[in-house]
């Protein structure tokens, strides 16, 4: 069986997610076999495996990190937010339902044998489990039936590593506060403290290290920089999603919807130079952008019915008729529809009219899709004709179909009229091919040219985990994590 190794935060958006990805990465490049695990994860950002089923988009990430394909393993309960009460809950990769926050805390504990069916299927196959937590071990009106914190590094006897983040201030009481409010059986499973997002002169931080580790009684296992690494967020509190000022030549607005997900579609141009990127959530913050992209939500009926009440809807829809091109991924794409219609109540049930910019319609089914994909995009008129023949690769996960008389945009599905297109497939801009082609266009209406570099999201990626893998590296206290993981509890 595999050696346990647990980062834990000492609040959410820590750095937790990015800290594992290099920690597999680091471990897999001095040759041993190592996978992530996050036994709960609450995110909108998701990703179909292989075999097709559901898990965070971090560990998807995490197990790239690792050279690993992405497996349900990796991640066995995932709670995706319907509203502020409630989510989806997905269990071995598939939905159980939907359930209130109340109901789904009095039966978790029941998928414990879930979690660790997945977990010691995982520990068997590698040397090293590098794994997540969530929020912080010390709320303390939740421990009682802790899944993903210390309740799990209890279930698999691990040693943890605390992390807190400097950047966000106050990172004394954070990470001596949290130790000081677990019970002694758990301040024993911290084997060390991590200062995360340092800016400035690290040399400068002497004195914090040495009261940090007075204070808490725990070695501070380094002192890790802020980084600047194009990598996908999955949490919602990403800094990606604040509504800024376009700053780039080329200014593409996407709607900031109230239950957005899979916003990471959109990172692939934050690697172009004079690409800007922009989260838009009031109609007053639009103006005319050169492209605009309405991405996936979690609840599209009442997502759509805000996007009607906000004035968004009007705007977009002005700007369409300016020749502005829109494009939209899944349920961004149902909105873009006549209609979106929910009988069997996947989202609560009812019907509502969508902003009727592609003549199709939507009915959710009982079932949902969740599919890897590949294909081409079709011949088209318009602006999004600059796309034909272009390959790309995706994946599918939402609930409904569908239909309607516009003109196919792939060979998989979606839609295209003009300057208006939608389809299902998320990460279908990644492929170095289809967003070239893009910016390249966007540029082109400018009366300007493109000649930056243009890199495959995939490939892109891989380099920005070696530079997060390396500057991870140089932070830590290598010897002494290695020395934890060996000693193990």
Known sequence: MAEPIMLQGTMS???????????????RREGYSVAPFKSQNMALNSFITADGFEIGRAQAL???AAGLEPSVLMNPILLKPTTDVGSQVIVNGKPRGNMRAAEYFRHKRELIPEIMRAYNELSARHDVIVIEGAGSPAELNLKADDIVNMGLAELVNAPVLLIG???????????????????????????????NRFRGDISLFRDGISILEEKSRKPVVGVVPYIKCD?????????????????????????????????????????????????????????????????????????????????????IKNAAEKGVPIFGICGGYQMMGRR???????????????????????????????????????????????????EF?????????????????????????????????????DSGEVCSRLVKRLYAERNAEFTGAVTDRREYRERQ?????????????MELVHRIIGEGM
């Open 393 to 429: 690769y995706g994946y599918e996960v939402h609930m409904g179909s569908t239909v309607g008389p516009e003109r196919q945009l792939t060979d998989v599905g979606g839609s295209v009229r003009g300057n208006i297109a939608g389809c299902y497939v998320h990460g279908i801009f």
């Open 13 to 27: 958006n820590v750095g937790k997610s990015f800290l594992a990805a290099a920690l597999c990465r680091i471990l």
């Open 340 to 390: 979106i219609s929910d009988p069997c109540g996947s989202e609560g049930g009812g019907s509502i009219k969508g902003m009727g910019l592609l003549d199709c319609e939507t009915v959710f089914g009982s079932a949902k899709q969740q599919r890897q994909v590949s294909g081409r995009f079709l011949e088209a008129d318009g602006f999004f004709g600059c796309l034909s023949g272009a």
């Open 231 to 315: 990598l996908e967020d999955e949490d919602s509190l990403s800094d990606k999603l604040t509504d800024t000022a376009p700053d780039g030549f080329i200014d593409i607005a996407v709607i900031r919807l109230p239950r957005i997900s899979n916003f990471t579609d959109l990172d692939v141009f934050g690697q172009f130079e004079g690409v800007s990127v922009r989260f838009v959530s009031s109609a007053a913050r639009l103006g005319t952008p050169d492209l605009i992209i309405i991405p996936g939500t979690k609840s599209t009926l009442s997502d759509m019915r805000h996007l009607r009440e906000s004035g968004m809807e009007s705007a």
């Open 165 to 195: 983040d400097i950047d966000r201030g106050g990172v004394f009481a954070q990470l001596i506060g949290t130790v000081g409010l677990l019970e002694p059986r758990e301040r024993e499973r911290i084997k060390g403290l991590i200062v």
């Open 62 to 64: 995490q197990a790239q």
């Open 465 to 477: 985990l070696d530079m997060l893998a390396d500057k991870v590296s140089e932070s830590l206290d």
